[in-house]
Structure formats: C-alpha cells, structure tokens
C-alpha cells in the first residue's frame, strides 16, 4: 500500500508561481513507480498534467509544456511539481498519482487557485 501526500498549494496572481510537492510512505520503493499529476477543475473531469518515470524521462499536457516542471527526488520518496507563469484556467484540485503495473494511487489533493 501507498500514501501520498500533497503540500503546496495556495492562492497566487496570474503570473505567480507555486511547487507542489507529493511524498510517498508505506510499502513503497518508490524509484519504480511511475509518477504523475492531474488537475481537476470545478464542474470538469479530472485531466492530465505531467508525467515522470526517470529523473530525464517526462512529459506533459500541451496546455502546461513550457511552464510547467515535473521532477523527482528518489532519496525523499517525492515528486515535485514546478508551476511559472500561471493563468486563472490553471485553478483547480493538484492530484498526486503512482502507479506501477496495474496498481494506482493518488494523494488527496491540493488546492491552487490562481486570482488576481
């Protein structure tokens, strides 16, 4: 079994940024799993934000490229989520997601609302 945890979020101007965090504890060994991020907005579905499977090896939604980063620290059993330059349509749930083969689990979320 898998906990993940989510910290970070917060409210931020348009423009601002924000590093969302995930930790992982329990029976996990947690450089194999494959770990990403989904957002879900109010009265919308849950979608995709990013990937990353090695600390080299991501990828991300076309709406998030280039201003998003996704990356991973092995040691801490944590994946981070780097957010610049950010837009209103970027409010909403973060969700923290590992998987590994047929087993998936997800963090409870956090929320990033983005106001001016």
């Known amino acids: 079994q898998v906990q993940l945890v989510e910290s970070g979020g917060g409210l931020v101007q348009p423009g601002g940024s924000l590093r969302l965090s995930c930790a992982a504890s329990g029976s996990v060994i947690f450089n194999i799993y494959i770990m990403s991020w989904y957002r879900q907005a109010p009265g919308k579905q849950r979608e995709w934000v990013a990937t990353i499977r090695s600390s080299t090896n991501a990828n991300y939604a076309d709406a998030v490229k280039g201003r998003f980063t996704i990356s991973r620290d092995n040691a801490k059993n944590t994946v981070y989520l780097q957010m610049n330059s950010l837009k209103p349509e970027d409010t909403a749930v973060y969700y923290c997601?590992?998987?590994?083969?047929?087993?998936?689990?997800w963090g409870q979320g956090t929320q990033v609302t983005v106001s001016s």
């Open positions: 997601n590992a998987a590994l083969n047929t087993k998936t689990y």
